[in-house]
């Protein structure tokens, strides 16, 4: 009987350290809670983070698959430094295509209409969760 509640208590602090601390490998989930139709475009690198690869895909269905992504998200998080906005794109977006230079590009022009004034902070913001190029 001794060693059924010592073995239960056992569980109950690996259980709440778990849940506490992250320990387990539950990272792979949250790409479950993008949309799951475009689950198939992303990848993890070797610290787990989450890359999008658009390589070979219509130029029409990247802007979708990006706006579905949570690295639009992350990198607009970044928000108002530029440079690692830039950076975690960069380094987070595999495509062969047109797509990934483009948005660059508009999101380079939004950043100098930023610090120019021309727009506010949520206008920066409403302007790069919903792209028009």
């Known amino acids: 009987m001794k060693y059924l509640i010592f073995i239960l208590e056992l569980i109950v602090i690996v259980f709440y350290v778990d849940v506490s601390y992250g320990t387990s490998n539950s990272s792979v989930m949250k790409l479950d809670s993008t ?6 475009y ?17 130029e029409n269905l990247k802007l979708d698959i990006w706006k579905a992504s949570p690295i639009e998200t992350e990198v607009l998080s970044y928000f108002p430094n530029m440079q690692l906005m830039q950076e975690v794109y960069n380094n987070r977006v595999e495509d062969n295509g047109l797509f990934k230079s ?16 021309s727009i506010s902070e949520e206008e920066f913001k409403e302007l790069f969760l919903s792209p028009s190029f």
């Open 35 to 40: 949309n799951t139709e475009y689950t198939a």
């Open 42 to 58: 992303y990848s993890e690198d070797i610290t787990n983070n989450t890359i999008l690869i658009l390589d070979n895909l219509p």
């Open 102 to 117: 483009n948005f660059l590009d508009y999101m380079e022009e939004l950043q100098h209409q930023y610090i120019a004034g």
